[in-house]
């Protein structure tokens, strides 16, 4: 059984930085392509970060890039989502997710397996 678990998120101010870990257990991670997407209320979930099996491929949405970092240790089979200059727009609940292939895709559909979601709030 697959098993992702979501932890980091919280409250912050804008302007401020979280750091959201996903511990993923039952799949051979280290094959395994890894993401971020998020979904706002009313909003469809969009994709926020990829990354491949070895970590030397990544992907960010626009929205994202240059304040977002996907990072991922596959000695612990622990992927990450470091989140920097944070704005209101950003607020969603964050959720990760797991291919059992090692190849990124940027469509939810893709991916095989999905965490509970964490919630990031931030305030203006």
């Known amino acids: 059984q697959v098993v992702l678990v979501e932890s980091g998120g919280g409250l912050v101010q804008a302007g401020g930085s979280l750091r959201l870990s996903c511990a993923a257990s039952?799949?051979?991670?280290?094959?395994?392509?890894m993401g971020w997407f998020r979904q706002a209320p009313g909003k469809e979930r969009e994709v926020v970060a990829v990354?491949?099996?070895?970590?030397?491929?990544?992907y960010y949405v626009d929205s994202v890039k240059g304040r977002f970092t996907i990072s991922r240790d596959n000695a612990k089979n622990t992927v990450y989502l470091q989140m920097n200059s944070l704005k209101p727009e950003d607020t969603a609940v964050y959720y990760c997710?797991?291919?059992?292939?090692?190849?990124?895709?940027?469509?939810?559909?893709?991916?095989?397996?999905w965490g509970q979601g964490t919630q990031v709030t931030v305030s203006s």
């Open positions: 997710s797991a291919r059992r292939e090692g190849v990124t895709r940027t469509r939810a559909v893709d991916y095989d397996y």
């Open positions: 039952g799949l051979t991670f280290g094959s395994s392509a």
């Open positions: 990354i491949n099996w070895s970590g030397s491929y990544t």
